[in-house]
């Protein structure tokens, strides 16, 4: 059976306290319908020059109760399949993003998606590379709005979380109260303006507990690497935690000395900036899986 959770079940803070949209067990599909960060409010250019309902903002779908997930459990979120809408919408606005500053006057460019394009104003075609801005755990004891990434995973902007990745988190709760939201059809790592394309759409997930008690999450892996996430107040603080926790990975699950752990992350490894806009900046850390081969150690296994 798979289960469906409707764009209408939707939630503003991850919280230990929300009520689930639905119930799965571990291994059963799931399919998020998600809206995207305006929650429909920006449908034709025009719409950016009103009021906007700030309250609705970044809503994240579910969450799901994942039956059998205790406090402290890794849970594996497989991302199967990303679905968006035929039309997307960026947005910029003074004050807002990294270069605010310039921004003079607010603009809302509403781009059409067809044929595995999106079309910027009737000028630029880029194919769609559909990602999720928005996933995560309900945290143990506090509240955490969607619009903001923390340990528990939430707004990471992540380009790399995509389909055919696999996100790792630390469950905070009984259930560990799934849910995600904020697709975009594409972006770029930073996201520069607060906004990529972003839309409507579908994700579909499969989800179960793992025996990998002290992975450093959220974690992700894809079938070419596999990445360290963290978010801080600045981008120097984001970094060095991302940095810090792959270098412990390295060493507690694969093995490697700590000396082998860092020349070979300063030979293979990427760092790269998921977002720089958001009330904590991500980042992430890639290291080939390849590298682990060459030590005889396979992820997950």
């Known amino acids: 059976m798979t289960i469906r959770i409707p764009h209408d079940k939707v939630f503003y803070a991850f919280s230990p306290h929300l009520t689930p949209a639905a119930h799965a067990r571990q291994n059963e599909p799931i399919i998020f319908e998600t809206n995207d960060c305006f929650e429909g409010q920006v449908r034709k250019p025009e719409d950016m020059l009103g009021e906007l309902d700030w309250a609705h903002i970044n809503p994240a779908s579910g969450p799901v109760y994942i039956e059998d997930v205790k406090p402290g459990d890794i849970l594996k979120v497989e991302i199967t399949n990303i679905v968006v809408d035929d039309q997307a ?114 994700v579909h997930v499969k989800v179960s507990v793992v025996e990998m008690k002290g992975l450093p999450t959220p974690f992700l892996e894809d079938e070419r690497m596999i990445a360290t996430l963290y978010s801080a107040p600045t981008i120097d603080e984001a970094s060095d935690g991302a940095i810090h926790r792959m270098a412990r990975f390295l060493t507690e699950f694969a093995g490697l000395s700590i000396n082998d752990a860092g020349m070979l992350m300063s030979l293979v490894g990427e760092l790269k900036f998921c977002q720089v806009v958001d009330p904590k900046r991500t980042v992430r850390f890639e290291f080939p899986k390849q590298v682990l081969a060459d030590y005889a150690y396979v992820f997950g296994k």
């Open 89 to 202: 919408v960026v947005v910029c606005m003074p004050d807002s993003g990294a270069i605010g500053d310039l921004i003079r006057q607010t603009e809302a460019v509403i781009m059409p998606i067809h044929a595995g394009q999106a079309v910027y104003k009737n000028r630029v075609k880029i194919p769609i590379d559909p990602m999720i801005g928005v996933i995560g755990v309900a945290p143990s004891a506090e509240d955490i709005a969607t619009g903001v990434p923390d340990y528990h995973g939430g707004n990471m902007d992540c380009t790399a979380i995509r389909k055919g990745a696999t996100l790792y988190f630390t469950a905070g709760v009984e259930g560990a109260l799934l849910g995600c939201g904020d697709l975009h059809a594409v972006m770029g790592d930073g996201e520069i303006i607060v906004t990529g394309a972003e839309t409507n759409g579908e």
